[in-house]
């Protein structure tokens, strides 16, 4: 809400300018702007700090207040850093990208050990997350000095909220769909469960490893291409490596998450229960990653509006799904629920995007790679019950898929008709 979806309208609208000075002008309207909305919704949030706190935390105390006013600090200054981040994932520079992302983890990691260690405890936890994305954010103003004007134009602002302001409703959306599983949990099975379902969950989350570190570098690479004839050939290329690499990723998870976390609690046998979870939540985030490259034509075609539209739908299906799967199979019907809203996710995305921006997808190759995931994973199913030699098993499973994944990228497929 603070951003107001501007991070995703400045890197939508940069790549129609068609001069470094109105792109200069643009980053420097939609940090003023970005800047003083932040400013306004973190004063609101100081304002409305008891109510949030009644709301949020179902109690009203001045360090309750004190919480949410410095996590709503960390918030405004992260809206700094956008606009920078995004033109180094413009000017492909992703070593000085990762070092910035590094440089606030570490900062962050060591004043949460200082302050907790102090006594501060949770306070100590979100001062030290607001610390570091003000150290953050100031390393970031260089680059935002050197490629940024200091201008503002609606003329070039007016496009960018137009593609931006959907998104607020849809990362709500998102972030509604990914909690509302263990809301709806404790209305039906013990605390505990929903506790031993989050580590399931946790685990088989890992999935988005790879998503998140895939996002920043695809969509410019999408946007780069748009204006070249043969970008749809290109960009259905890059699908296809891009998924078999998610399917690999997908398809460890589910294979060995079920050990690891048996391996990481060994005095816990409680928490082994979770390890039905794992393959169900990481098949979940594969229709998550078949969402982000199936979509781009909404991105492309600017029309933003559709994503909110997607993600009701698929928020919708979650919470319809928890309803009707929980009380009959309990946390596993939780994971199903959430199988079923990211599968929605996907299949709108690709259904709106194809008939927006149409993709010549390697349907025959994606096929093959799902088959052989699939074989795999049920064949990961008969591993002997004995641990070395069943992780030795699997392992060969996971090696040959790999193969087999290999074979399908490098043969030649006659692309289909659009």
Known sequence: MFRLGLDSGFFRVHYDL?????????????????????????????????PLARVVLDADAP?????????????????FAFVPLALLRIQDRPGLFSAFAVLRHVVNIALKVALVMKGLGVAGVVWSDAIATGVFSLALLPILWRHAAPAF????????????????????LVQALNLAD???????????EVGIY???????????????????????FVYAQVRRPDAPAVL??????????????????????????????????????????????????L???????????IG????????????????????AGNFLLIPRFGTVGAAWATVLSYAVMAGLGLAISRRLYPVPFENGRLAALLAAAALAYGCSLLAPAERALGLLVKLGLLAAFVVVAGVALRRRERPPEL
């Open 18 to 50: 068609e001069t470094e000075a109105e792109r200069r002008r643009l980053a420097g309207t939609v940090a003023l702007f970005a800047a003083a909305v932040g400013a306004l919704f973190f004063a609101g949030t100081i304002a409305a700090s008891g």
């Open 63 to 79: 360090d309750l207040r004190r919480l949410i006013v410095i996590v709503a600090a960390d918030v405004w200054l992260g809206t």
């Open 153 to 172: 134009s609606w003329r070039l602002l007016a496009p960018a909220l137009h593609f931006g302001i959907p998104k607020v409703p849809h990362g709500i």
């Open 182 to 192: 263990r809301k709806i949990l404790d209305l039906f099975v013990t605390r505990a």
């Open 198 to 220: 989050q580590l399931g969950y946790t685990f088989g989350s890992t999935v988005k490893f790879p998503l998140s570190a895939f996002e920043p570098a695809w969509q410019p």
């Open 236 to 285: 259905a290329r890059v699908a296809t490596w891009a998924f078999a690499s998610f399917l690999a990723v997908c398809l460890a998870v589910a294979v060995l998450g079920g050990d690891l976390l048996v391996l990481m609690t060994p005095k816990n046998p409680a928490f082994w229960s979770a390890a039905g979870i794992v393959p169900v939540v990481a098949l979940a985030y």
């Open 287 to 297: 229709f998550h990653g078949a969402f982000l490259l199936g979509s781009i034509g």
């Open 300 to 319: 492309i075609e600017k029309r933003a509006r559709y994503y909110p539209i997607i993600t009701a739908a698929a928020a919708a299906t979650n919470v």
